[in-house]
């Protein structure tokens, strides 16, 4: 019973990981060329630490940056989960 819900706790959670990468990619096809045009960067990226969601090292998180061409961040947006 035990291992049947973390079966299905660690489901949801690659689930969820995988539709906030592909949101990201999402994004950055439509918007990136927008803010090229206009001397923007805009980038964004998932990022995963650690091998298992269970263990306590384990985090992912995803960031979208927007900056100046070769000039400072403008805003920059990183969420844990």
């Not at 539709?19 to 950055?28: A, C, E, G, P, V």
């Not at 927007?66 to 805003?75: G, H, P, Q, Y």
Request: aromatic share 12%; no cysteine; proline share 4%.
């Amino acid at each position: 019973m035990i291992k049947k819900s973390l079966d299905a706790l660690l489901k949801e959670n690659r689930n969820f990981e995988t539709t906030l990468k592909d949101n990201i990619d999402s994004l950055l096809i439509k918007y990136k060329p927008i803010f090229n045009k206009r001397n923007l960067v805009f980038d964004g990226e998932f990022h995963i630490e650690g091998d298992h969601p269970f263990n306590p090292e384990y985090v992912s998180s995803d960031s979208i940056s927007i900056s100046e061409k070769k000039e400072d961040l403008i805003f920059q947006g990183e969420f844990v989960h």
